[in-house]
């Protein structure tokens, strides 16, 4: 079942600027994780968040999260036309299974 | 490269084939899964095996069959699919089930 709902459904930007995207979920979590997938491909892990940490920094990705609200966000700081994919999020509910939402797209524009 | 490879990538079959998915990961990794994404859903969780055991069959139909025969090749067998069955299907391996996952490329699967 969906577990995480990513916002908004789609995202464009221009390329350098900030791009946020949101995920909210409905039960407690052991860890939440954000995917990239570009086209048709696999999805690519891009970071981990364990439910007693609020926030993570990798690069030019930062994620928050509020266990509080059952919600994490992830900043991609000055986007790269290589940042296009969608992205989602995925919680881990202390079954040891992902649950995934349906992702956002984002497209970076030059 | 992710270290976990599928093949074939792209796969069309008739409603009464046969045919079959594999996956290999050369990651060391315990845990293997198949997920089916289809346009606009979110990814679904099919099956989950650890230390080659099936932990985890998600109300799959039993038109779609996996095997695990070791901790690095997943199948996903396929007979008798549906339209609706076409899909992208991916495989995921990780270190432990709570843990980031690797996926693969993928099989585009198209049932006519």
């Known amino acids: 079942s969906q577990q995480g709902e990513e916002d908004p459904q789609a995202l464009s930007i221009q390329e350098g600027e900030n791009a946020t995207m949101n995920c909210s979920y409905k039960?407690?979590?052991?860890?939440l994780q954000w995917y990239r997938q570009n086209s048709g491909r696999g999805l690519v892990h891009l970071i981990l968040i364990r439910s007693n940490e609020r926030e993570k920094h990798s690069g030019r990705l930062r994620v928050t999260l509020d266990t509080s609200k059952k919600s994490s966000s992830l900043l991609i700081t000055a986007s790269r036309a290589a940042d296009t994919a969608s992205y989602f999020c995925?919680?881990?509910?202390?079954?040891?299974?992902?649950?995934f939402g349906a992702g956002t797209t984002v497209t970076v524009r030059a | 490269e992710t270290g976990v490879t599928q093949t074939p990538r792209h796969l069309v079959m008739g409603m009464t084939n046969k045919k079959s998915l594999k996956c290999e990961q050369h990651?060391?990794?315990?845990?293997m899964y198949w997920y089916k994404q289809s346009a606009k859903k979110p990814l679904e969780l099919m099956f989950v095996y650890n230390f080659k055991e099936q932990t985890e069959n998600n109300s799959v139909p039993s038109r779609f069959s996996p095997e695990c025969p070791n901790s690095s090749h997943l199948f996903l067998h396929l007979h008798t699919l549906q339209p609706e069955d076409s899909a992208l299907y991916l495989c995921?391996?990780?270190?432990?089930?709570?843990?980031?996952?690797?996926f693969g490329p993928g099989t585009r699967l198209t049932v006519l």
């Open positions: 995925a919680t881990d509910a202390y079954d040891y299974k992902l649950s």
């Open positions: 990651l060391g990794h315990n845990a």
């Open positions: 039960t407690s979590i052991n860890n």
């Open positions: 995921a391996s990780s270190s432990g089930t709570a843990n980031e996952q690797f």
